[in-house]
């Protein structure tokens, strides 16, 4: 399920030089996605091993500090937990990307003292999520991934991309209602992209940036930092 490694990046991993190494498959179906390809051609893109990765990881001992697991979504990735146990006794920071559907294997690796950063997508208000994600999805388990991640004592963020037909001041204030008492949030601008899963997704204009700063005014009304992710 590993399908892609980008050997350095100075910004998926704040703070740290870092590889990324994305997952392949996930439970959803936003239509904006541009990672398509991790959602419905996993068979059609070679996969590394981990013997591949970690034989990368023993060459960059001296140059990178930490390890992005994207996806896709990684979670539901079977050996995860082993996986990331492996990186850090390498002595490698780890950061987790996720979309917070699959909280039990969350609160394993944050007991287990396995990851250094997370980072939840959160799409919309939960009353709104389904349409989004095109897909059922547990809200009960978002809510406990939201409480996890608040109450874990490592470093994290919340985010969301400003989807132009679904994002607006109503959905920011209700967002940052469910995420009250974070510390972190990024507003991330949407971007159109070819591969979108969604058709209309494709040429979509992004809202300008002067919007995303009046989402910004809203949100620092509830959460300490929030800063605009140009992506």
Not at 48 to 65: A, P, S, V
Not at 80 to 99: A, H, M
Not at 199 to 219: G, N, T, W
Request: aromatic share 10%; proline share 4%; charged share 30%.
């Amino acid at each position: 399920m590993i399908k892609g490694l980008q050997k350095t990046t100075l910004i998926d991993y704040p703070g740290k030089i870092a590889c990324t190494i994305f997952i392949g498959g996930c439970n959803f179906r936003c239509g904006y996605c541009y990672n398509s390809d991790l959602v419905f051609k996993l068979n059609e893109i070679p996969s590394i091993t981990e013997e591949q990765i970690f034989n990368f990881l023993e060459t960059r001992k001296k140059f990178l500090e930490g390890v992005c697991i994207t996806g896709g979504e990684p979670t539901l990735y079977p050996g995860l937990e082993i996986f990331i146990k492996k990186i850090k006794d390498l002595g490698f920071s780890v950061k987790l990307d996720t979309n917070g559907s699959n909280s039990e294997v969350l609160e394993r690796l944050l007991k287990g003292h396995l990851l250094d950063y997370v980072a939840m997508d959160v799409k919309a208000s939960l009353e709104n999520y389904e349409w989004v994600i095109g897909t059922k999805v547990s809200r009960e388990k978002l809510k406990g991934s939201i409480e996890l991640i608040k109450k874990s004592g490592v470093d994290y963020e919340f985010r969301t991309t400003i989807i132009p037909d679904v994002i607006d001041s109503e959905q920011i204030t209700a967002i940052c209602q469910e995420i009250k008492g974070a510390k972190r949030y990024f507003l991330q601008q949407f971007r159109p992209d070819k591969k979108a899963i969604g058709e209309k997704y494709r040429k979509m204009k992004p809202l300008p940036i002067s919007r995303l700063r009046e989402f910004q005014d809203i949100a620092r009304q509830a959460i300490p930092e929030v800063a605009i992710r140009n992506c």
